[in-house]
């Protein structure tokens, strides 16, 4: 397997500008070697609760900017813009997903309270596996990852509380300890696996039938290895009902200037 | 020199019972190798920045523990109570010193709505320098740390802004290189140095009068060594002047009953 060469900030902006001109497409390997965030934005009268989430869940929610009421470009991506740059939005109104967009800005008009949380993205060290050798399998087959609802609960914050969500990655067996070897170098993007093997003891019935994202695409000898995810926030949002809440859709990220190495120990 | 063995709860415990009493004392040193905490709480209203202040300054402010409104027992050390289990507390009003006090309780009366955040000490990975034959000066003269006052801006976060405070150690040249690697094992608490050596160019005109703890005792040889502190939420008080707000007295932490393990790499 070749080794991929980092991508440099002005992939990234491209890809912005893509999106923000309505592309749609999973994040997953865009800009390979730069750090990509989830989002979850909230009426400043739940950004407390959520930062607090975060900080009570910092596997699942590393935090890695906040813009608060009024802002909108990250300093993690010059020039960005969060209510237009990312490739699918979710609106979320009592808990209910209200409308998947690839433009929010109708949202940010309707609720210029909103306080955006970007949160960092496994995506970060999969260009720490690919560049290892180790085969990422929905890379390989052009897929979303596949990401599942558990039933292991977050730790409370206020009014917000919920089950952890996963990312599953398939690896072959005699990558597993170096797959967390590498992931555990970017504590600040998720880090190690929560889990490794047997669904069952974390409350997935089905690995094939994943909450989000495509079913898993696993070889023979493949071990199932979960993460953290940063969908966590939305499982939190359905089980908690905020009024109002936007978020990125599953897999679809936003691509930020910064190398993965930042975030690395 | 000898290796300490690490400390059990109860002599954690033992101790938070003593200061609830009465007993005045820096806790560089007890109960060693369990965490220390600072503390700063403040008004409701200004939780939000005080955690998005943390957020954007890691380094000086990791925090352990959030009590939101209404809580005074920290999951850090069971049967605690934050309104007295700490040496001595300092009472802010308006960014000024108002009292320092051994009992926080009236404060707590007078602002019901207080939040209180532990954060990361180093006095945490001052354990892991005795144990690895280190010096640590003030130990060794029974005093306290010694804390300066910086020219270096912490990101601010709403309301909220101020300078970096740092911890002084002066360690010999030939173990500066193993401070480093030691403290680095502890990001959750201040982690590696951020300066070594030369005073000014931090803006520190003179290290023999510190803002805070007592002078430092340097023997010859040895190269000052500065790690972010927690007391810089109380630099950002006297900045940013809330109306309102407790902190801890600078080197007189909570100690709690976890081990520093749980907090290493």
């Given at each position: 397997?070749?080794?991929?060469?980092?991508?440099?900030?002005?992939?990234?902006?491209?890809?912005?500008?893509?999106?923000?001109?309505?592309?749609?497409?999973?994040?997953?390997?865009?800009?390979?070697?730069?750090?990509?965030?989830?989002?979850?934005?909230?009426?400043?009268?739940?950004?407390?609760?959520?930062?607090?989430?975060?900080?009570?869940?910092?596997?699942?929610?590393?935090?890695?900017?906040?813009?608060?009421?009024?802002?909108?470009?990250?300093?993690?991506?010059?020039?960005?813009?969060?209510?237009?740059?990312?490739?699918?939005?979710?609106?979320?109104r009592d808990g209910e997903?209200?409308?998947?967009?690839?433009?929010?800005?109708?949202?940010?008009?309707?609720?210029?309270?909103?306080?955006?949380?970007?949160?960092?993205?496994?995506?970060?060290?999969?260009?720490?596996?690919?560049?290892?050798?180790?085969?990422?399998?929905?890379?390989?087959?052009?897929?979303?990852?596949?990401?599942?609802?558990?039933?292991?609960?977050?730790?409370?914050?206020?009014?917000?509380?919920?089950?952890?969500?996963?990312?599953?990655?398939?690896?072959?067996?005699?990558?597993?300890?170096?797959?967390?070897?590498?992931?555990?170098?970017?504590?600040?993007?998720?880090?190690?696996?929560?889990?490794?093997?047997?669904?069952?003891?974390?409350?997935?019935?089905?690995?094939?039938?994943?909450?989000?994202?495509?079913?898993?695409?696993?070889?023979?000898?493949?071990?199932?290895?979960?993460?953290?995810?940063?969908?966590?926030?939305?499982?939190?949002?359905?089980?908690?009902r905020p009024p109002?809440?936007?978020?990125?859709?599953?897999?679809?990220?936003?691509?930020?200037?910064?190398?993965?190495?930042?975030?690395?120990?």
């Amino acid at each position: 397997m070749s080794v991929a060469t980092a991508a440099q900030p002005a992939q990234a902006r491209e890809a912005r500008a893509a999106y923000r001109a309505g592309a749609v497409a999973p994040t997953s390997g865009v800009a390979h070697g730069l750090v990509q965030a989830n989002l979850v934005a909230v009426p400043a009268d739940w950004a407390f609760e959520t930062l607090l989430l975060a900080q009570r869940n910092p596997k699942p929610m590393p935090v890695l900017d906040v813009l608060e009421e009024g802002r909108v470009e990250s300093r993690l991506a010059p020039g960005s813009d969060v209510r237009t740059d990312i490739p699918a939005y979710r609106i979320w109104r009592d808990g209910e997903l209200s409308a998947e967009t690839t433009d929010a800005s109708v949202a940010w008009d309707e609720h210029p309270d909103l306080v955006a949380f970007l949160i960092g993205c496994s995506f970060t060290f999969e260009a720490g596996l690919v560049d290892a050798g180790i085969p990422v399998r929905h890379r390989e087959h052009d897929r979303n990852v596949p990401m599942c609802r558990t039933s292991a609960a977050c730790a409370p914050a206020g009014r917000l509380h919920g089950e952890l969500v996963v990312s599953m990655r398939p690896i072959p067996a005699s990558r597993v300890a170096d797959a967390v070897t590498i992931s555990s170098r970017f504590p600040a993007v998720q880090g190690a696996p929560v889990h490794i093997g047997d669904p069952a003891s974390l409350g997935i019935a089905d690995l094939g039938r994943p909450d989000f994202g495509d079913p898993p695409s696993a070889r023979e000898g493949d071990v199932p290895v979960f993460w953290a995810c940063g969908v966590t926030p939305q499982a939190a949002i359905m089980a908690s009902r905020p009024p109002f809440a936007v978020t990125h859709a599953p897999g679809h990220m936003l691509v930020t200037d910064v190398p993965d190495a930042v975030y690395a120990l």
